[in-house]
């Protein structure tokens, strides 16, 4: 189902299309591989896409199509101002027809999601822009899960602390220790505005890491169920450094290959961001 009320239409600078080549915030795919200008982060691998760009499951491919790019855009791992990959491209990993995929980009289209634009560098760019917390749609993302709350943020414990202490007995080679690593820093680096999606970003690379697409996919899932929820909560300073502390710990246990570690401090994040809702809720 759509949201009720649809977001922005303003537009922003072209980003990357291919999940492939994908970076936050990356250039055009022809510059992908190009070395950043001086005193500009990182790139990094959008392993985030991954989660959420794969084969349909059985049922209407059509209305599950339109669920997934709106997963994509709603937990920002293609955010405002960035592309989608090419048509061609995701057909082909979200495995449906492209007239699908079509009716389903006109769909998010009209909701004002998405705009296409012509011409060499066009496309299809993302003009979502998260709302700004609202009390009203707190109570309304409350509304719309009904007595599914308690249920969904055990489901989340349970994916989440089960994709950390698997990562951890994981061995992991040195470009993807670095990732994570880069991925805490860009997240302890990041403002109110940007927190939320960065820190989205962050949980969901730990999943894909583990190299478990059924594991990441419920990562993804297990997020989306509580992102409109999230995103009506306003980004307090005291949690933003408690949850620094907490991210760092899951980060050290996870490359000290200590997988109870990984597993509790996971734990401790999600029962901190659990009790934050319920306060908020009442």
């Given at each position: 189902?759509?949201?009720?009320?649809?977001p922005g239409?303003?537009?922003?600078?072209?980003?990357s299309?291919a999940?492939?080549?994908?970076?936050p915030?990356g250039?055009?795919?022809?510059?992908?591989?190009?070395?950043?200008?001086?005193?500009?982060?990182p790139e990094?691998?959008?392993?985030?896409?991954?989660?959420?760009?794969?084969?349909?499951r059985?049922?209407?491919?059509?209305?599950?199509?339109?669920?997934r790019?709106?997963?994509?855009?709603k937990l920002?791992?293609?955010?405002?101002?960035q592309?989608?990959?090419?048509?061609?491209?995701?057909?082909?990993?979200?495995?449906?027809?492209?007239?699908?995929?079509?009716?389903?980009?006109?769909?998010?289209?009209?909701?004002?999601?998405?705009?296409?634009?012509r011409?060499?560098?066009?496309?299809?760019f993302?003009?979502?822009?998260?709302?700004k917390?609202?009390?009203?749609?707190?109570?309304?993302?409350?509304?719309?899960?009904?007595?599914?709350?308690?249920?969904?943020?055990t489901y989340?414990?349970?994916?989440?602390?089960?994709?950390?202490q698997i990562?951890?007995t994981?061995?992991?080679?040195e470009?993807?220790?670095?990732?994570l690593?880069?991925?805490?820093?860009?997240?302890?680096?990041?403002?109110?505005?940007e927190?939320?999606?960065?820190d989205?970003?962050?949980?969901?690379?730990?999943?894909?890491l583990?190299?478990s697409?059924?594991?990441?996919?419920?990562?993804?899932?297990a997020?989306?169920?509580?992102?409109d929820?999230?995103?009506?909560?306003?980004?307090?300073?005291?949690?933003?450094?408690?949850?620094a502390?907490?991210?760092?710990a899951?980060?050290?246990?996870?490359?000290?290959?200590?997988?109870?570690?990984?597993?509790?401090?996971?734990?401790e994040?999600?029962?901190?961001t659990?009790?934050?809702?319920?306060?908020?809720l009442?």
């Amino acid at each position: 189902m759509l949201p009720a009320e649809p977001p922005g239409t303003d537009t922003m600078p072209a980003a990357s299309a291919a999940v492939a080549d994908a970076v936050p915030g990356g250039a055009a795919p022809a510059e992908a591989n190009s070395p950043a200008p001086d005193g500009a982060p990182p790139e990094l691998p959008d392993l985030a896409a991954a989660a959420v760009f794969r084969p349909v499951r059985t049922g209407n491919a059509f209305e599950e199509t339109v669920e997934r790019l709106l997963q994509a855009i709603k937990l920002g791992v293609v955010d405002r101002g960035q592309r989608l990959p090419p048509e061609r491209e995701l057909a082909r990993l979200l495995g449906v027809s492209r007239v699908t995929l079509r009716e389903a980009i006109r769909v998010i289209q009209q909701e004002g999601y998405v705009e296409s634009r012509r011409g060499r560098f066009g496309g299809t760019f993302v003009t979502y822009r998260r709302p700004k917390p609202r009390q009203s749609d707190l109570r309304r993302a409350l509304a719309e899960m009904g007595d599914a709350l308690n249920d969904t943020l055990t489901y989340r414990m349970a994916v989440e602390t089960g994709a950390a202490q698997i990562l951890a007995t994981t061995r992991l080679d040195e470009p993807k220790r670095a990732l994570l690593r880069a991925r805490l820093a860009e997240l302890n680096a990041a403002g109110p505005d940007e927190y939320r999606r960065l820190d989205t970003l962050f949980h969901l690379t730990i999943a894909e890491l583990t190299g478990s697409a059924l594991l990441s996919t419920a990562c993804a899932d297990a997020r989306m169920r509580v992102t409109d929820l999230l995103n009506a909560i306003p980004v307090l300073g005291r949690n933003i450094e408690h949850a620094a502390v907490q991210h760092a710990a899951i980060v050290d246990a996870v490359l000290a290959g200590d997988p109870e570690a990984a597993r509790r401090a996971v734990a401790e994040h999600l029962e901190g961001t659990a009790a934050l809702l319920r306060g908020f809720l009442g």
